[in-house]
C-alpha cells in the first residue's frame, strides 16, 4: 500500500539557517503530495501541494518539488524564523479522483531558537 | 478556514462508556473524513463518508462507527471507549482541487 516517509525529529535550528525535512514516498499510480503544518494547540494547515512529477509547490517562503525519479518531496526553507516553530507533516493523496484520502508520514517537529 | 466545526473540542470520558464526536461544514462538500493523531503514528483514517448515508473503513475502523445523515454532519461514535482511543481526533473535507482541510481537531482522553 501507500506509505510516506518523512525525516525523523526533532529538528533545532538557529534563526535564518537553511531549512530542509526530507520525505520519500511509496505509491501506486500518480498521487499527489502535500505538506502539512501544525502549530501547538491547533489542527493540521496545508502549507503547500504538489499534483505531478517537477511540479513545484511554495507558499510562505517554503517550496518543495515532486520528484518521481527519486519518489521524494523535500521541504526547504532558505531563511527560517521562530515562528516556523511547528511540527510539519508530509502526506500523499492517492490517484482515485474525488476520494483524496491521505496517507502521513509520522511528522517532524522543527524547533527554531533565536 | 474552511468552515469545520468540531465538538466537542475537549472531552474526558471514562472506559465503556459511548463518546461521539460532530463535526460540521457549512459548505456541502461530498467526501468527509475521520482521523486520529498519535505520537510517532501521524495521522490515520478512521473512517471516510462519500455522501449521504454513504460511508467507508479506512486504516483504523476497528472500535469505532460513523453516521452521516446530512451532508452537513458527520459523526465519529466510540461505542464503548477504551484508554487506547485517547487521542486527537480530526475531521476534515475534501474540497475541489484534490485538496483536504481540517478541523481544529478534538481532544479525547479516556480514564
Known amino acids: 500500500g501507500d506509505s510516506v516517509t518523512q525525516m525523523e525529529g526533532p529538528v533545532t535550528l538557529s534563526e535564518e539557517a537553511f531549512l530542509t525535512i526530507n520525505c520519500t514516498y511509496t505509491a501506486t499510480g500518480y498521487p499527489s503530495l502535500f505538506w502539512y503544518v501544525q502549530y501547538p494547540g491547533e489542527g493540521l494547515q496545508l502549507l503547500l501541494k504538489?499534483?505531478?512529477?517537477?511540479d513545484k509547490g511554495s507558499n510562505k517562503g517554503f517550496e518543495a518539488t515532486y520528484r518521481k525519479e527519486t519518489t521524494s518531496f523535500h521541504l526547504e526553507k532558505g531563511s527560517v524564523q521562530v515562528s516556523d516553530s511547528a511540527v510539519y507533516f508530509c502526506a500523499l493523496s492517492g490517484s482515485n479522483f474525488g476520494n483524496e484520502k491521505l496517507t502521513f508520514g509520522t511528522g517532524t517537529r522543527l524547533t527554531i531558537i533565536p | 478556514d474552511a468552515g469545520i466545526t468540531q465538538s466537542p473540542r475537549h472531552k474526558v470520558t471514562e472506559t465503556g462508556t459511548p463518546v461521539t464526536l460532530r463535526c460540521h461544514q457549512t459548505?456541502?462538500?461530498?467526501?468527509m473524513y475521520w482521523y486520529r493523531q498519535d505520537p510517532g503514528h501521524g495521522l490515520r483514517l478512521i473512517h471516510y463518508?462519500?455522501?449521504?448515508?454513504?460511508?467507508d473503513k479506512g486504516e483504523v475502523s476497528d472500535g469505532y462507527s460513523v453516521s452521516r445523515s446530512k451532508t452537513e454532519d458527520f459523526l465519529l461514535t466510540l461505542e464503548s471507549a477504551t484508554s487506547s482511543q485517547t487521542s486527537v481526533y480530526f475531521c476534515?473535507?475534501?474540497?475541489?482541487?484534490?485538496?483536504?482541510?481540517f478541523g481544529e481537531g478534538s481532544w479525547l482522553t479516556v480514564v
Open positions: 463518508s462519500y455522501g449521504v448515508k454513504d460511508t
Open positions: 504538489a499534483t505531478k512529477a517537477d
Open positions: 476534515a473535507i475534501s474540497v475541489s482541487g484534490n485538496t483536504i482541510y
Open positions: 459548505e456541502n462538500h461530498r467526501y
